[in-house]
């Protein structure tokens, strides 16, 4: 009976996490040391649940009770559907915006079968995590939209993992974060922005540029509508008006620059010199 109960200690010791565990993002660190005082204090009262060998639901449980140097208590999930499961217990114990919803479903859409399903029994364990083979599915199992699943794999597949964080924090948007990624679509680029400027400088950036897109598409439609070209009077003052916005582009990309302050310094000189020589032309009527 002892050794059975040490190798089960020893089992509960040098456990990994189910990929399904994984859908979910793990505490931060002020939580887990809350949790790991609570554990200390008052023991493991919600046991943690194992599934094919590994935690399907409990990871900050786990964490904190060898933290707290408390034996963890697990016991064998016997149900059939493993995911249903832990995004109900999830789900409802986290208080989750559409955003970190949504990389959660970007992760539910990601999971793979797991195995070779090269025997019966492992076809009956990885028929259960054939969990979704759809976005769809995914948008469905978090109460979310089709598109915002889509941004949030995005952000995966394109992010930095401090981006991803930032999402998952609650602190970005994931529409703003996927734009981000087109945007800076060097991650370690993204992961110098953020660390410098934080979430910040991120939707600075996002904010100039869908400024400076609504200005290049208002300034290329009044370029081709050949109404502006009716009248002599009306095509110089669409051309002036164009320019400037065009003028206006150039320094709203220029001014999402961070960093090389030399360049940058020369290129808002180029600008301004092509504003005043414009201003020349337009004051000489020609």
Same mark, same amino acid.
């Given at each position: 009976?002892?050794? %059975?109960?040490?190798?089960?200690t020893?089992a509960?010791?040098d &456990?990994?996490?189910? @990929?399904i565990a994984n859908?979910f993002?793990?505490m931060?660190h002020d939580r887990?040391?809350?949790l790991?005082?609570d554990?200390?204090q008052n023991g493991?009262l919600?046991p943690i649940e194992?599934?094919?060998?590994?935690i399907?639901?409990g990871?900050?449980?786990?964490?904190a009770?060898?933290l707290?140097?408390?034996?963890?208590?697990g016991n064998e999930y016997?149900?059939?559907?493993? #995911?249903?499961?832990? #995004?109900?217990?999830? #789900?409802?114990?986290?208080?989750m915006?559409?955003?970190?919803?949504?990389?959660?479903?970007?992760?539910?859409?990601? &999971?793979k079968r797991?195995?070779?399903?090269?025997n019966?029994?492992?076809?009956s364990?990885?028929a259960?995590?054939?969990?979704? *083979?759809?976005?769809?599915e995914?948008? @469905?199992a978090?109460n979310v939209?089709?598109?915002?699943?889509? +941004?949030?794999?995005?952000?995966?597949s394109?992010?930095?993992?401090?981006?991803? =964080?930032l999402?998952v +924090?609650g602190? #970005?948007?994931?529409?703003a974060?996927e734009?981000? =990624?087109k945007i800076v679509?060097?991650?370690n680029?993204?992961? @110098?922005?953020?660390?410098?400027q934080?979430?910040?400088?991120?939707k600075?950036?996002?904010k100039?540029?869908r400024?400076?897109?609504?200005? @290049?598409s208002?300034?290329?439609?009044?370029?081709?509508?050949?109404r502006?070209k009716t009248?002599?009077?009306d095509s110089? *003052?669409? *051309?002036?008006c164009?320019?400037m916005q065009?003028?206006?582009?150039?320094?709203?990309?220029?001014?999402?620059? %961070?960093?090389?302050h030399a360049?940058?310094?020369e290129?808002?000189?180029?600008?301004?010199?092509?504003m005043?020589?414009k201003?020349?032309v337009w004051t000489?009527g020609?």
């Open positions: 009976m002892n050794n %059975q109960n040490s190798t089960k020893n509960l010791k &456990l990994e996490f189910h @990929e859908i993002p793990m931060d887990l040391m809350e790991v005082e554990i200390r493991l919600d194992l599934y094919d060998g590994k399907l639901d990871r900050n449980r786990y964490k009770c060898l707290a140097g408390v034996e963890p208590i016997t149900g059939e559907d493993p #995911l249903k499961h832990v #995004l109900s217990k999830n #789900l409802h114990r986290r208080h915006d559409e955003s970190q919803r949504a990389m959660v479903g970007a992760n539910i859409a990601n &999971l797991g195995g070779d399903g090269s019966q029994h492992e076809k364990k990885s259960n995590l054939q969990i979704s *083979s759809s976005v769809a995914a948008a @469905e978090v939209g089709v598109r915002s699943i889509a +941004s949030a794999k995005k952000v995966v394109s992010g930095d993992k401090s981006l991803q =964080t999402v +924090s602190q #970005l948007p994931v529409s974060a734009r981000f =990624t679509t060097d991650k680029r993204q992961a @110098e922005i953020i660390e410098k934080g979430v910040s400088g991120v600075d950036i996002v100039e540029e400024k400076a897109k609504k200005l @290049e208002t300034g290329y439609s009044r370029i081709d509508d050949p502006t009248k002599k009077d110089t *003052s669409s *051309s002036v164009t320019s065009f003028a206006e582009l150039a320094i709203a990309h220029l001014e999402r620059i %961070q960093d090389w360049r940058k310094l290129a808002f000189r180029l600008v301004r010199d092509w005043d020589n201003e020349r000489n020609k």
